[in-house]
């Protein structure tokens, strides 16, 4: 073949391949669809703060919002009985991956899809309340992080009667319709009988019977109150603290949040952190792994919170012991 024609060839072979490369490098990069369900209020300002972390991950991920993924936002506005259709809306977009950022949300979630994977962001007991086989195993399409609520249930309460020994009488707000809620219940019941402490039960399904709850509180003379982890609660978190301070209650809270309000102390997991984490789960869904095959995970580091200026309020002293232990006291 002459060199005229072999060079011709080479060079049409050539165009082709940097066409092509061109080309490849014109296509828009996938951009993926992630779901969140979520419990909270939109406008809900800590709720804010955990969806600016979660979003802080996948940045620091390489992931840029309308680049590379679009987050398709469904909310309760506190008003559960629509979790069911807020999930099969995002299973019919359909989304990528969902978002469940607890145990009700994750089980909503679970009941609407067997296909897509789905993260749950602070589930307190993923195995007790059905939604994994176990934290090595998950075993389906549901995987992500616990809190350990659960088991923290117990240390609260410890914490609380370090603060006030004479403690004998505490008032526990719970939902009974919430399966998280309920296992950390049956948890604080447990721990109270070695430390002689009495709980009066008050069960909250929603806003309107907090009035009821609160009433119970002040008629059984409760020396104490634990508001024990629930949208519900964080939601009214303001209301709930208000009402221990009117009733000069000494009160424990599983979230910061509560007591940055004006509650006296909080012991639990650093939310940000894990909304920031739960990014991590997301990059790999989305680059191909299975939920099956990713283990949850579970936190190894707590935050204990104590408002100084509340206890102040009401005439409490907190041990120096406790203080010590505290990650950030407020004044």
Same mark, same amino acid.
């Given at each position: 073949?002459?060199?005229?024609? #072999?060079? &011709?060839? +080479?060079?049409?072979?050539?165009? *082709?391949?940097?066409?092509?490369?061109? !080309?490849?490098? %014109?296509?828009? /990069?996938?951009?993926?669809?992630?779901?969140?369900?979520?419990?909270?209020?939109?406008?809900?300002?800590?709720?804010?703060?955990?969806?600016?972390?979660?979003?802080?991950?996948?940045?620091?991920?390489?992931?840029?919002?309308?680049?590379?993924?679009?987050?398709?936002?469904?909310?309760?506005?506190?008003?559960?009985?629509?979790?069911?259709?807020?999930?099969?809306?995002? #299973?019919? &977009?359909? +989304?990528?991956?969902?978002?469940? *950022?607890?145990?009700?949300?994750?089980? !909503?979630?679970? %009941?609407?899809? /067997?296909?897509?994977?789905?993260?749950?962001?602070?589930?307190?007991?993923?195995?007790?309340?059905?939604?994994?086989?176990?934290?090595?195993?998950?075993?389906?399409?549901?995987?992500?992080?616990?809190?350990?609520?659960?088991?923290?249930?117990?240390?609260?309460?410890?914490?609380?009667?370090?603060?006030?020994?004479?403690?004998?009488?505490?008032?526990?707000?719970?939902?009974?319709?919430?399966?998280?809620?309920?296992?950390?219940?049956?948890?604080?019941?447990?721990?109270?009988?070695?430390?002689?402490?009495?709980?009066?039960?008050?069960?909250?399904?929603?806003?309107?019977?907090?009035?009821?709850?609160?009433?119970?509180?002040?008629?059984?003379?409760?020396?104490?109150?634990?508001?024990?982890?629930?949208?519900?609660?964080?939601?009214?978190?303001?209301?709930?603290?208000?009402?221990?301070?009117?009733?000069?209650?000494?009160?424990?809270?599983?979230?910061?949040?509560?007591?940055?309000?004006?509650?006296?102390?909080?012991?639990?997991?650093?939310?940000?952190?894990?909304?920031?984490?739960?990014?991590?789960?997301?990059?790999?869904?989305?680059?191909?792994?299975?939920?099956?095959?990713?283990?949850?995970?579970?936190?190894?580091?707590?935050?204990?919170?104590?408002?100084?200026?509340?206890?102040?309020?009401?005439?409490?002293?907190?041990?120096?012991?406790?203080?010590?232990?505290?990650?950030?006291?407020?004044?």
């Amino acid at each position: 073949m002459p060199c005229t024609m #072999v060079g &011709l060839l +080479v060079t049409l072979t050539l165009g *082709i391949l940097m066409a092509s490369l061109a !080309a490849d490098a %014109q296509q828009p /990069a996938q951009v993926h669809r992630i779901g969140l369900l979520s419990s909270y209020s939109a406008d809900d300002p800590e709720h804010a703060e955990l969806l600016a972390s979660f979003r802080q991950g996948l940045r620091d991920l390489g992931y840029q919002e309308g680049q590379h993924f679009t987050l398709e936002l469904r909310y309760t506005q506190g008003k559960d009985e629509a979790l069911p259709n807020l999930a099969a809306d995002l #299973v019919r &977009l359909p +989304v990528d991956v969902i978002v469940a *950022i607890a145990t009700r949300e994750g089980r !909503a979630a679970k %009941q609407a899809t /067997a296909r897509l994977p789905i993260i749950i962001v602070n589930s307190s007991d993923p195995v007790g309340a059905g939604l994994v086989t176990s934290l090595a195993r998950p075993g389906g399409n549901v995987t992500g992080l616990s809190t350990i609520d659960t088991q923290l249930a117990g240390k609260r309460l410890q914490l609380l009667k370090e603060a006030i020994p004479s403690l004998s009488r505490l008032a526990v707000l719970w939902n009974p319709t919430n399966p998280a809620t309920v296992l950390q219940f049956r948890e604080t019941e447990g721990a109270a009988l070695p430390l002689g402490t009495r709980l009066l039960s008050l069960e909250v399904r929603g806003p309107e019977d907090f009035d009821g709850a609160f009433a119970a509180a002040s008629r059984e003379h409760a020396d104490g109150l634990i508001a024990l982890g629930d949208p519900l609660f964080t939601n009214h978190r303001t209301w709930i603290v208000e009402f221990a301070a009117k009733s000069r209650l000494p009160a424990i809270y599983v979230r910061r949040e509560f007591a940055a309000a004006g509650g006296l102390m909080s012991y639990g997991t650093n939310y940000r952190a894990l909304f920031r984490h739960a990014a991590t789960y997301v990059d790999k869904i989305l680059k191909g792994a299975k939920p099956a095959d990713l283990p949850v995970e579970q936190p190894t580091k707590f935050e204990l919170v104590i408002n100084l200026k509340t206890a102040q309020t009401l005439g409490l002293t907190i041990p120096p012991s406790l203080l010590f232990q505290a990650d950030e006291v407020i004044r």
